[in-house]
């Protein structure tokens, strides 16, 4: 029995990766899992199917712990199991290990079930559906499929990832990051181009987590669902345009106008920092039958030391980052050590359990726009976007920047402690800019690798023969 489970295991794992529909997941069903024709139940567990597959890539180690660690923001010290620093800082992850396998089949069910729903969405019950609601949900389900694949993209980067096809048991070839970067593109103007024709008004035929709707903004509201996916459009364009080889044409200019509609047409510097919050977050579930707490509330987690040394004095976000205690408490091992404690990471604190990570709030969108800004060679535009997230942490105004290395240095400053563990963000910024190697970033330990990037899994090296060639154009 030991062996059939570990075998069903495996074919599981593999068929998240490959898109072959071995086993049931009970949080993504499939459309043959519900009878008869796609009714309006059909569609609510569906649609909530896809979202908590994407909840799962996000609860795992690899999407908001690693890469902060590669990233030098954070530390998770284990006494017990070494590999949260030996895989990370002192060495390279394992591509069969929790470390360099994760944020992968998750990210990849999610896809197969946003393309299951998407493709029975046109035969759906004419009484369960209204066309404006058929267009609108399409644009919302491309739109989420496209941020899980670019979620695969920020762990995988220039390793690459694979563009699934129809065919549910062909193993996709992995394609360049350039590649995967146009086809989320292409998918977020084709979701636009659904939203756009169902109209601002235009309603999703079901009831979305609290993590859409709570929030500053109904993401239930075409019009919304538009300013999502912009937003994400916009994010994708500025990393095509800072790719190191051939980049983007036009890409910056784009992401400035994508941005721009994101904010609801707002000026450079005129976004409220009351709105800052607002946006679309993933919600986690403590205790029950859907247990998912999210993943940094973990005693085990600490405050990198280097990244409270470089918060400038009177910066109020260090509240929001560091848990101020009486009695410290030292957490080390493995040649490294911390006293700061992450707010989020405390699990006396049952609100951690449940804290929301935002998906992409305001504040993230105006400081994408400054960075595109900026790569424009538009200083004032992108110096008054910036100011208005800096002044409102106590900061002084920085002067319009002279030259792109100096306004690079002060957008990335404001980007690590506004979006301090919310994702993989400090990590791609890094790496687009080429920051994060020897010789320009401090080695944590004697045999710091300097990571950047997961492996591909060893289950989809083993599914393509570890012939793990890219496609590129």
Same mark, same amino acid.
């Not at 997941?25 to 899992?33: C, F, I, L, R, Y």
């Not at 070494?82 to 895989?87: A, C, D, F, G, K």
């Not at 994408?368 to 900061?395: C, H, I, K, M, P």
């Given at each position: 029995?030991?062996?059939?489970?570990?075998?069903?295991?495996?074919?599981?794992?593999?068929?998240?990766?490959?898109?072959?529909?071995?086993?049931?997941?009970?949080?993504?069903?499939?459309?043959?899992?519900?009878?008869?024709?796609?009714?309006? &139940?059909?569609?609510?567990?569906?649609?909530?199917?896809?979202?908590?597959?994407?909840?799962?890539?996000?609860?795992?180690?690899?999407?908001? @712990?690693?890469?902060?660690?590669?990233?030098?923001? &954070?530390?998770? @010290?284990?006494?017990?199991?070494?590999?949260?620093?030996?895989?990370?800082?002192?060495?390279?992850?394992?591509?069969?290990?929790?470390?360099?396998?994760?944020?992968?089949?998750?990210?990849?069910?999610?896809?197969?079930?946003?393309?299951?729903?998407?493709?029975?969405?046109?035969?759906?019950?004419?009484?369960?559906?209204?066309?404006?609601?058929?267009?609108?949900?399409?644009?919302?389900?491309?739109?989420?499929?496209?941020?899980?694949?670019?979620?695969?993209?920020?762990?995988?980067?220039?390793?690459?990832?694979?563009?699934?096809?129809?065919?549910?048991?062909?193993?996709?070839?992995?394609?360049?990051?350039?590649?995967?970067?146009?086809?989320?593109?292409?998918?977020?103007?084709?979701?636009?181009?659904?939203?756009?024709?169902?109209?601002?008004?235009?309603?999703?035929?079901?009831?979305?987590?609290?993590?859409?709707?709570?929030?500053?903004?109904?993401?239930?509201?075409?019009?919304?669902?538009?300013?999502?996916?912009?937003?994400?459009?916009?994010?994708?364009?500025?990393?095509?345009?800072?790719?190191?080889?051939?980049?983007? &044409?036009?890409?910056?200019?784009?992401?400035?106008?994508?941005?721009?509609?994101?904010?609801?047409?707002?000026?450079?510097? &005129?976004?409220?920092?009351?709105?800052?919050?607002?946006?679309?977050?993933?919600?986690?579930?403590?205790?029950?039958?859907?247990?998912?707490?999210?993943?940094?509330?973990?005693?085990?987690?600490?405050?990198?030391?280097?990244?409270?040394?470089?918060?400038?004095?009177?910066?109020?976000?260090?509240?929001?980052?560091?848990?101020?205690?009486?009695?410290?408490?030292?957490?080390?091992?493995?040649?490294?050590?911390?006293?700061?404690?992450?707010?989020?990471?405390?699990?006396?604190?049952?609100?951690?359990?449940?804290?929301?990570?935002?998906?992409?709030?305001?504040?993230?969108?105006?400081?994408?726009?400054?960075?595109?800004?900026?790569?424009?060679?538009?200083?004032?535009?992108?110096?008054?976007?910036?100011?208005?997230?800096?002044?409102?942490?106590?900061?002084?105004?920085?002067?319009?920047?002279?030259?792109?290395?100096?306004?690079?240095?002060?957008?990335?400053?404001?980007?690590?402690?506004?979006?301090?563990?919310?994702?993989?963000?400090?990590?791609?910024?890094?790496?687009?800019?080429?920051?994060?190697?020897?010789?320009?970033?401090?080695?944590?330990?004697?045999?710091?690798?300097?990571?950047?990037?997961?492996?591909?899994?060893?289950?989809?090296?083993?599914?393509?023969?570890?012939?793990?060639?890219?496609?590129?154009?």
């Amino acid at each position: 029995m030991r062996k059939i489970s570990l075998a069903l295991s495996a074919s599981f794992l593999l068929a998240a990766g490959c898109d072959s529909g071995i086993v049931t997941n009970e949080n993504s069903p499939t459309v043959d899992a519900l009878a008869g024709n796609l009714t309006g &139940a059909g569609i609510q567990t569906l649609s909530l199917g896809v979202l908590a597959q994407d909840r799962a890539l996000i609860a795992s180690f690899a999407y908001l @712990i690693e890469p902060e660690i590669f990233a030098r923001d &954070a530390y998770r @010290i284990d006494s017990n199991e070494p590999r949260y620093v030996n895989e990370t800082l002192n060495g390279t992850p394992d591509y069969g290990s929790f470390s360099g396998s994760g944020g992968f089949a998750a990210g990849y069910t999610a896809i197969r079930s946003a393309t299951t729903l998407i493709n029975a969405l046109p035969g759906a019950d004419p009484g369960a559906i209204t066309e404006p609601q058929r267009l609108a949900t399409t644009g919302f389900i491309k739109t989420i499929k496209a941020l899980d694949y670019y979620r695969l993209l920020e762990l995988r980067d220039t390793i690459g990832v694979a563009i699934q096809t129809a065919d549910p048991n062909f193993v996709a070839p992995l394609s360049c990051k350039a590649n995967v970067l146009d086809y989320i593109a292409s998918l977020l103007d084709s979701a636009n181009t659904n939203l756009t024709t169902a109209g601002a008004s235009a309603k999703l035929p079901f009831t979305l987590p609290t993590g859409f709707t709570a929030y500053g903004r109904n993401y239930g509201v075409d019009s919304n669902i538009v300013k999502l996916n912009r937003g994400l459009k916009g994010k994708v364009d500025l990393y095509r345009g800072l790719q190191h080889t051939n980049p983007t &044409a036009g890409a910056f200019t784009a992401a400035v106008a994508e941005l721009t509609q994101a904010l609801g047409g707002a000026a450079p510097g &005129a976004v409220a920092a009351s709105t800052f919050g607002n946006g679309a977050y993933v919600t986690f579930i403590s205790g029950g039958t859907e247990n998912t707490p999210n993943p940094l509330s973990d005693s085990k987690i600490g405050v990198n030391p280097k990244a409270q040394a470089a918060l400038q004095a009177g910066d109020t976000r260090s509240s929001k980052i560091i848990n101020r205690v009486s009695a410290p408490v030292t957490l080390g091992g493995s040649g490294l050590s911390t006293t700061l404690t992450y707010v989020g990471s405390n699990t006396a604190n049952a609100a951690n359990q449940v804290r929301p990570n935002a998906i992409l709030r305001d504040e993230e969108i105006v400081l994408l726009r400054a960075q595109a800004y900026f790569e424009l060679g538009q200083f004032a535009n992108g110096a008054a976007d910036l100011n208005s997230v800096r002044t409102t942490y106590g900061l002084a105004a920085i002067a319009v920047p002279t030259t792109l290395a100096a306004a690079r240095t002060a957008l990335l400053y404001e980007k690590r402690y506004s979006l301090f563990f919310e994702g993989p963000q400090r990590l791609v910024d890094l790496r687009a800019y080429g920051l994060l190697k020897a010789g320009i970033t401090p080695a944590e330990l004697p045999n710091d690798p300097f990571n950047t990037a997961l492996p591909i899994p060893k289950f989809e090296a083993d599914a393509r023969g570890n012939v793990l060639t890219l496609s590129c154009k």
